[in-house]
């Protein structure tokens, strides 16, 4: 914890050297999605053994909390006899949500970060307006991101049931717990980082993330981030440590990075505890990840359950 | 076509003949979702050779059109500069949908529709009140539905482009595609029937089902379904022809014989026409079949990006 | 404050005895709005004489607060020169609210509260479904509730800027602000109730209801209420005090008396500082009120702006 | 109806003879309602004589309709012993809208239309964003807007049921109208103009405005209309006749005239059939007049529920 912090213009000065902008053409707008092939889907698929699914995903938050100010409206719209068009029993609901935020489990587009007027590629911020994204929305992703998923359990790692709010991840951490789950995150991996905070949050409940922080990824795990080639970066928390202690725009140095310079898609509020159980039980830490986001044209985000499969 | 209808009393006299109440217990709320074993998993993912993921979901139909009429709210919250809490440049959305309906890929939960005061497995209809499902709720899928794939196509079968509206499948449809696809629907499948309404609406655009119908399974398929233990039935429909005939609460009885009876749940609205390219390409009518559920609790539905691996 | 306070049972008790039950027609749905008459109308219009309306609307609450964990979501949908179907230049919005709660303002219809399965007049709570209230709804008030307004200012009467959360409210300080602002609460009135909380809110933020409390009327003034027969109730909280030390369904027994026995509509958190002001500046305490509830058929509320005329 | 149309650039070429700009300050965002003077909403309190209420406005419209594309949602929170926090017997309900449209009877605030860029006053359009509306928006007429009302009821004066759409209305019509009516319309008033759409659409259902047109002003009204220094101008249409016939934003051009030139508001979506009985009935068109907009800060629009009072 003692490290040196990068100071905000190292971190300005380190933009370019994580950038993927051109890798796959001017009008890429794939990203890191570029890196998962054919070849990896099929290999990420004869990783099912057992054949068991695991939920990655918290519960759909209806409640306000303190981490959830402005949670998910869940209504039904008639059950029983009455209300049907066509005069038939049963039940109906609906829903409105905001994905974004602390609480729901969801994936932010390549267009929800923008780093001086431009998002991933160079496109510009103005790609996006009151009609939505015209770039980068979240149905680029309408085939799913699946390949191999990759967790590193860093709670585990430090011998603790939990990081505490504010504590932040380094690279030796993601190679520390790389070492001890003898695994090795890859291009085109999806990389999942447990932070503990479900675990924290069945035993205390909600926190404010802004008053009180969570744990997260330093901003000095970028350039490992970017080397490993990975697509997806996923957390219990959102990635990011916070505070981050930097300002000026730089407050989620982590989401800047992955999101707008490296077109690593982000996995936010995912729960990873049960998958912690199950790794930690068959001895792997590696499995069949699988994200279908809904195909919501010009959205910047998508509620998502992510499977992983043993 | 000019096959003998049922009866509504013949309807009603089947359901007891395939019901799968009781058959996992008087509190089971899975219903055929048992049927899918860990082996089926695995082996539906040794079915992954390619890597190719086909997305099964039509877009979130933010559009009023004529088969649907309450279309999904996708609003902006916020791009650019301005409206983040944290002072940082992107975007944000937000969405708000009544997922049943003609038009968006949904799943229904299993207490979705009711038969004289109760849902699947006997459990009471009341259970569904203004807080939502109690029972049979879309979170009890959350692990996701993950399986067997098999399509059937009725209208490369019949040689068409598609099905009209109103156009009825029977079991000898269904058997005669099995047949020309060299492929059996087993148990625990997830059985997919295409009838090609999504080519046809990209061809003539959207139609009023209520006025124009939908070509779907006439009610006499049930036992066919039934006796092949299938978990899921999915359409590019909804299942269900219509109009069906029926009445008196009958007017979609795959709906009620499915979803109440044997517990089996449904994919309505999906997109089955890159499936199908896929499927003849590769000369191949079964794939893993992944479904992941939002997971909101108490709910009837969800919406969802199906997807097909090769 | 040392008052005896009632029993519950001797609520229960009064009941009957503030009833209007049947006294307008077993059909009746209008209550106490029975009581304004035509004449009241055009007497209360004349006691406009500056002309110099007072807003009595607090703003619609859009940030979550201690008060209001559930705000109302206002997005916009457009603006400038995209997005109209026109083509034309301009912005528009939306918004979702649930009227109901500690923060907006509000009209509850009659049918808002039930008491033993019944509603005013008698009717069945079962007249209130997933679609909507079909006996007493909103729109029962579609020409508005216009009349003599009478403002009681209670901290005025104590010599505080406010009651604190908590304090009760007696009959014989009804009284006693009558006699102090030379004013008679009578048949067809509107009676306003101020607690100060406005202005303890601008001074110290919102507080949760719930836990700290909220000054208004105790229960003991319910048959002074029903004596002075008055068409609706108004407060700057919600007319109850809280808590009330009440359970088993008797929580709020100002709402249940009111709504439920009497027929009187409820006005709840209306901001009454500027109006207290008016009052004390021209030495007035009636004034001609307008309130005209959104014509929400079958709705439980309305948002309202009621307007004090001068 | 064969009377010379203006050109588009004829109507360009008016604006500046019509605008408002600058005559109440550099800052003044009330635009027209600085018109109405205390002593005229006291002499409007001085019109009412019999008491008796008549609402302008039509429901809210939770239907899908032709000319309603986008209807409001409105579901129940609850209703009978479950689901309230403290315990009580009730209903609750919530309701999601966009109240500029062609159904809803709402307000349409000066931010709601811009002309190059700019709206009522010279305040650019970027003054609105995703965070509302920076300057005049709805909030700005929160102590209601409240005069006299003018009704010139143009079907009468033809000697019709109603206009049909496409119908235009003419300077001379409303100055016939007002012989008629033997009355004149003046600095400050609220001016309702009837086309009778609601008895058509009573008699015929809904239609599309966009293909079938409606009933309104020409533009050439507009002088006129500048001329008698109204603060609001009130339809059970839109105002503009439509088709306009004019394009390159100019498509409402009442719209543009009224809302950003001569910061006029307008009232869309009326009903105003019960209100032409009560004036043919009592023979006299003015009456006071009060609109009470939802205080919803930045808002572009609000849904209300205007009265006229006699």
Redesign the interface.
């Known amino acids: 914890m003692a490290r040196k912090r990068m100071t905000e213009d190292e971190i300005i000065a380190m933009f370019p050297r994580i950038s993927n902008w051109g890798r796959w053409g001017a009008e890429d707008q794939r990203g890191a999605l570029n890196l998962i092939?054919?070849?990896?889907?099929?290999?990420?698929?004869?990783l099912?053994?057992?054949?068991?699914?695991?939920?990655l995903?918290?519960?759909?938050a209806?409640e306000?909390a303190a981490d959830n100010?402005?949670?998910?409206?869940?209504?039904?719209?008639?059950?029983?006899?009455?209300?049907h068009?066509?005069?038939?029993?049963?039940?109906?609901?609906?829903?409105?949500?905001?994905?974004?935020g602390f609480s729901e489990?969801h994936l932010d587009a390549l267009?929800?970060?923008?780093?001086?007027?431009k998002m991933y590629n160079g496109f510009l911020?103005?790609e996006?307006?009151?009609?939505?994204?015209h770039r980068c929305g979240v149905?680029v992703a309408?085939?799913?991101i699946?390949g191999r998923g990759v967790l590193l359990d860093i709670p585990k790692l430090r011998g603790v049931d939990w990081l505490e709010p504010g504590d932040a991840i380094f690279p030796d951490d993601l190679q520390a717990a790389e070492h001890e789950h003898r695994v090795k995150v890859g291009e085109g991996d999806i990389l999942l980082v447990r932070t503990g905070r479900v675990r924290r949050r069945h035993r205390h409940g909600g926190w404010s993330v802004?008053t009180e922080g969570l744990a997260g990824l330093d901003v000095s795990c970028m350039p490992w981030i970017f080397e490993r080639r990975i697509a997806l970066l996923g957390s219990d928390g959102v990635s990011d440590v916070m505070p981050s202690g930097y300002?000026?725009?730089l407050?989620?140095p982590v989401?800047?990075s992955t999101l707008v310079w490296m077109g690593v898609y982000l996995l936010d509020n995912a729960d990873f505890e049960a998958l912690a159980e199950q790794c930690a039980r068959v001895g792997r830490y590696e499995f069949?990840f699988?994200?279908?986001?809904?195909?919501?044209?010009?959205?910047?985000?998508s509620?998502?359950?992510?499977?992983a499969?043993f």
């Open positions: 092939t054919a070849t990896q889907r099929a290999a990420a698929a004869r099912v053994q057992a054949g068991e699914p695991v939920s995903s918290r519960p759909v209806t306000p100010p402005r949670p998910t409206t869940h209504l039904m719209i008639r059950s029983g006899r009455l209300g068009p066509l005069g038939i029993q049963g039940s109906a609901d609906y829903f409105a949500t905001a994905p974004h489990t267009c929800h970060y923008f780093w001086d007027d911020s103005a996006v307006n009151f009609q939505g994204a149905e309408r085939e799913g699946i802004f300002g000026h725009g407050n989620l989401h800047t069949m699988i994200l279908a986001p809904l195909v919501l044209e010009h959205g910047t985000a509620l998502v359950n992510p499977i499969m």
